[in-house]
Every structure is written in structure tokens, then in C-alpha cells.
């Protein structure tokens, strides 16, 4: 592509989808040369796709993934199905287990990951999923972004761009040492070429990263009113009334 290209960003929404974005980056000099990433994003539903042609050694490489969140029966906004489509495989494509599946491209142009990033904090567990996309632009630097997406209990789904950033070296994310920002045009609702992209169906392998959350019975212990004095022997209680009740709910955790 050169060590110049074109690169916007639309931002707009639908009622469909409250935010819906387009990062689109092209050679000045190749035309057919364009990288196009889509996000749309709803409490329920993210919507990702990407494609590209900026490597020599492919065509048009196509990526599809979509997370969904449904409500449990406690009104709380769960994990469902993460699914990932690839527009064909390579020797370089790699699914590890249930965690991650990642792309390099033959010349080593260009790479994306899909990956699932657990952090913890005492008892508390954060479970997110990063979609990582970089490309080279010259033979020492590319370009890069990612994007991480959450799952609120209250709120649902949400999603965060950081990027996109030049980088030195290799396209690899082991060896990505960012340099600056770039700082996109910024436009409204993009044209309708780039819209019926994200909107369009195409065959590909399919990977199921995540089933769903799962059914897990827990117990909720109310105590309506109960009093209690001292320990042990010398314990007292007073107008104790304990519920135990067995709810059928999602687990929180992937």
C-alpha cells in the first residue's frame, strides 16, 4: 500500500443497531487495494466484518463474527453464542480450542485474531472477546487496531475500537510496537457499497468459540425479618424465616 493511504471512519447509527461504524483504509496509488472493517453494535447483538485485499498473496480475504447476549430469568444480560465465519482456510489459520482462532497470511502481509481475555480480581472474574486486525504498509511498519467487547449485566453488549495505530515491524501482535494514532476522517454514514458489505452473506468455515452461557441451578437464601444474639450456645434468634428457593438461571461466566 505504500507508506500513504486514505483512511476514514464513519460513525452513525440505525434503529436497528444505536452505533454503527466503517473504518475504511485505501491506497492512494491501488485502488484495489482496501482494507473495510464493519461494527454494529446493539445490547443483544455485535456484528463484525472485515474485508480486505491488501495482500499480494490473496485476493479479497473475508471475516465474519457475531456475539449475541439474551436476558435470564433474573433480567441479567448473559454471554450467547460467539460464531466466526472465514471466507476459505490456510496452513496459517489456527483455532485453539475454544479461546482463540487467529490468520497470518502467507506473505505475512497481514493477521487477525480472535481471542477470549479472562481478568480476574479477588472473586470478581471480567470476561471479554478482542478482535485484533493488522496490515503492512511498508517493510518496516503496518497498521493496527483492535476491538474489545463486553458483555454488562444491566446494559448488554458493548463494544471498544482503540486504534487504528501505526506500528514498527512485523504484523505480528508478539512483536507490535506502536508508534502514534492516526486520526481518521471522520464522516457520517458511509456509501451504499460499504453498507450492503456489512449487510451481505458469504460461505466460509464456520467456528463456534462459545455455545452459550449455560443452565446452572443456584440457591437464594433470603432472611425475612430474623434476628440473632450472641454465638454459639448462648445463640438466640428471634422471628426467623429463611426461603430457600432453586432458580434455573445462565451462568455469568463463559
Known sequence: MGNKFIMELHKWSSAAFPEEYALV?????????????????????VLLRLAESVCDHHGVRLFHME???????????NLGKVRVVVDGTSPQTQSKGKDSLSDLCG????????MRKVESSGSVERVSWEFFHSYKVTLRSHIRYHVIIECDKETGLRANIRGPFQCDGPVLRAECVPRSLIQPVLTQ??????????ESEFEGKEYILFHGASDKQC????????????????SQYKDCNIIMQTVVGKSLSP
Open 25 to 45: 483504509c485505501t491506497s492512494p496509488f491501488d485502488k484495489s487495494k482496501r482494507s473495510i472493517f464493519r461494527l454494529r453494535v446493539n445490547p443483544e447483538m
Open 67 to 77: 456475539l449475541s447476549a439474551q436476558r435470564d430469568n433474573m433480567d441479567c444480560f
Open 107 to 114: 506473505r505475512k502481509s497481514c493477521f487477525y485474531e480472535v
Open 189 to 198: 454514514e458511509p456509501s451504499k457499497a460499504i453498507r450492503a458489505f456489512a
Open 219 to 234: 440457591v437464594i437464601i433470603d432472611n425475612t425479618r430474623a434476628l440473632f444474639h450472641g454465638h454459639g450456645n448462648a
